[in-house]
């Protein structure tokens, strides 16, 4: 099953330590996952991910920019599970997966099936 988990990016920060730490829980659970990222200005967690995890940069700012490439990436590689960090974009994308999983600091983790 390839899983693809999003973040804004790896700068430091508590969501994004919990993040690093999930994708590689699920790696080490053979999950084939992908990290995908708006980009790594600042990585600070990215040497935490584990090596058998691709990360994907899309290198781009705003929204405006992101969504028709994550929503194309999704497509394009048969992506059945998305983990994300907002409602925003769960919201696009759940037309394309079959489960996308939201959360941030401020909220509790929500399933989108």
């Not at 969501?15 to 053979?30: D, R």
């Not at 935490?48 to 405006?64: E, M, Q």
């Amino acid at each position: 099953m390839k899983i693809i988990a999003f973040i804004d990016n790896l700068s430091k920060g508590g969501a994004q330590g919990v993040f690093v730490n999930v994708v590689n829980y699920l790696c080490e659970k053979n999950y084939d996952i992908t990290v995908v990222v708006q980009n790594l200005d600042d990585a600070i967690h990215l040497n935490n991910i584990d090596k058998r995890v691709f990360v994907h940069n899309f290198n781009v700012y705003g929204a405006k920019n992101l969504f028709p490439k994550l929503k194309e990436y999704v497509k394009e590689n048969d992506m059945r599970i998305v983990g994300l960090t907002t409602t925003s974009i769960s919201n696009i994308l759940l037309q394309n997966s079959d489960l996308a999983i939201t959360y941030s600091s401020n909220e509790e983790a929500k399933d989108y099936a």
